[in-house]
């Protein structure tokens, strides 16, 4: 399987939304959960939600839950809609897809893409 590829990403301030986009070129995405993770300068990367297949489960991060809501917008992408975004949020975003029915862990996910930065200033 190839790699996933993210976009969407940008500079926006305290605040404001960004929608973020994870696809599968010329290919479905695994029939497993797809996750959204995130690093930043000198972290290591976090798990920030992942969806099942179906959409029908889904789970976040305490930080973004009620801020940031993950998506199925077809067979090939699976969305990262950002709202009330903090200077926080501020790293490199990367999906993966899962090699499991449903996981949050990171060690569950591979396919990554080359990330797309969200910087969150003012």
């Known amino acids: 399987q190839g790699q996933l590829q993210e976009s969407g990403g940008g500079l926006v301030q305290p605040g404001g939304s960004l929608r973020l986009a994870c696809t599968a070129s010329g290919r479905t995405l695994s029939r497993y959960t797809v996750g959204w993770f995130r690093q930043a300068p000198g972290k290591e990367r976090e798990f920030v939600a992942a969806?099942?297949?179906?959409?029908?489960?889904t789970e976040y991060t305490d930080s973004v839950q009620g801020r940031f809501t993950i998506s199925r917008d077809n067979e090939n992408a699976v969305s990262l809609q950002m709202n009330s975004l903090k200077p926080d949020d501020t790293a490199v975003y990367y999906c993966?897809?899962?090699?499991?029915?449903?996981?949050?862990?990171?060690?569950?996910?591979?396919?990554w893409g080359q990330g797309t930065q969200v910087t969150v200033s003012s």
């Open positions: 969806i099942s297949w179906s959409g029908a489960v």
């Open positions: 993966g897809e899962g090699r499991v029915r449903f996981s949050t862990t990171i060690n569950d996910f591979g396919s």
